[in-house]
């Protein structure tokens, strides 16, 4: 589990995110930073959040979930130490307002992944998709 502090600056439309995190429960011993540029976008309900940003994932992270340790090293697995890596990120958030309360949304992130974990043995992808779909509440 990770945990840290997010800070937002924006301006008109324009925006920056800065994020810093750390492992909490001492398995990996891991950090991320994360830097993001955004715009938000608002057009008869709707709101749209396009996002491009970099995150850096330290050595340790990067073993944790992607690293293959000598002794679980076999002639078809490699033993494999990596160092830290840099990550390029697209997202998308589309968001719907349902009313003074409910708000609708969905987003779509492509993770290209840097050296560090293309490297890897255990990953035969240079990139992930993930998604998320949800509705909100907003007390008034």
Known sequence: M??????????GFLGVRATALTDLL???HGQKLRA???AHI???GWFFDPRAGIEWESANLISYYFG???YEA???RPSYAPGSTINTLLELLVGKNLGDHFTALGGLEEEFYGSGIRASPLVNRSSSLS???GLYFRFR
């Not at 990770?2 to 301006?11: L, P, Q, S, W």
């Open 2 to 11: 990770m945990g840290g502090i997010d800070a937002v600056y924006r301006r």
């Open 68 to 70: 293959i340790p000598e």
């Open 36 to 38: 993001m540029l955004f």
């Open 131 to 133: 998604y998320v779909v």
């Open 26 to 28: 001492a398995r990996s």
């Open 74 to 76: 076999s002639p078809l």
């Open 42 to 44: 608002h057009t008869h």
